[in-house]
């Protein structure tokens, strides 16, 4: 008797999160801290270079998004296509630049790729949409530096936002993904009901939301928001 079918849905969202691993390894490769430098577990200093630099790539950088977290201006910088990111704080000609790595996985930034939340500790989200849906990457200023979290995040649904969800000292990643374990093949799956996913910066999943018939019914949507007292155990 053969084996039981795997449901495709399942099978591109596995391909899927084998991608967003092997890019989490590359880029802890990548933003591995330099010798002296003190790194929490949760995470790894970004590549930073001079403020001074102003190239994205074979081009001069562009001002895609700018936002002001805890008195310092955060712009995200890129080339003419969105196609190479860089982060800066402290504006133009000062503070610090450091490389955005989602773009290594073929995300196109855009005008409206960055978020951040004003907490003890300031906290970005550097987004842009791929392959139907939404990859997004956090990272976290540490006295005079950006460092990457664990691990780049995909929403299937098209949504992913930063909120503090549970009330303590620092922000949540809210994913939107359809739920689609008992669907067959990707059409049925794009059609599925929709759940939150909240994970903590760490990486670590804080539980889901009750699944909804459409993306729009969740709360302010597409920026969603999730409260504590809606997290349940994740299916």
Same mark, same amino acid.
């Given at each position: 008797m053969g084996s039981p079918s795997v449901p495709r849905p399942v099978l591109v969202t596995g391909a899927? !999160?084998?991608? /967003? $691993?092997v890019v989490a390894l590359g880029t802890a490769l990548v933003?591995?801290?330099? +010798? &002296?430098l003190s790194a929490g577990a949760e995470d790894a200093p970004a590549?930073?270079?001079s403020a001074s630099h102003t190239g994205c790539g074979d081009e001069p950088c562009r001002v895609l998004a700018q936002t002001g977290v805890n008195g310092m201006t955060v712009e995200l910088l890129a080339d003419g296509d969105g196609g190479m990111g860089r982060l800066r704080a402290g &504006? +133009? %000609?000062? %503070?610090? *630049? !450091?490389?955005? !790595? *989602?773009?290594?996985m073929g995300v196109r930034l855009n005008h409206d790729s960055l978020r951040c939340v004003e907490t003890a500790t300031p906290?970005?989200? /550097?987004? %842009?949409?791929?392959?139907?849906?939404?990859? &997004?990457e956090v990272l976290v200023w540490r006295g005079d530096s950006w460092r990457a979290? !664990?691990?780049?995040?995909?929403?299937d649904a098209g949504? *992913?936002?930063?909120?503090? /969800?549970?009330?303590?000292?620092? +922000?949540?990643?809210i994913v939107v993904r359809h739920e689609c374990s008992r669907t067959? $093949?990707?059409?049925?799956?794009?059609q599925a009901p929709v759940l939150a996913e909240v994970f903590d910066l760490r990486g670590g999943q804080a539980g889901c939301t009750l699944t909804y018939g459409s993306p729009g019914a969740l709360r302010n949507w597409p920026e969603v928001e999730v409260d504590d007292s809606e997290l349940t155990t994740c299916p």
């Open positions: 899927l !999160a084998a991608l /967003v $691993t933003l591995r801290p330099e +010798p &002296g590549t930073a270079t &504006g +133009p %000609g000062s %503070g610090t *630049i !450091a490389e955005t !790595a *989602i773009t290594t906290v970005c989200l /550097v987004r %842009g949409p791929h392959d139907g849906g939404m990859v &997004g979290t !664990a691990r780049p995040y995909f929403s949504s *992913i936002t930063l909120s503090n /969800v549970t009330g303590d000292a620092t +922000p949540e990643v067959d $093949t990707v059409e049925e799956c794009q």
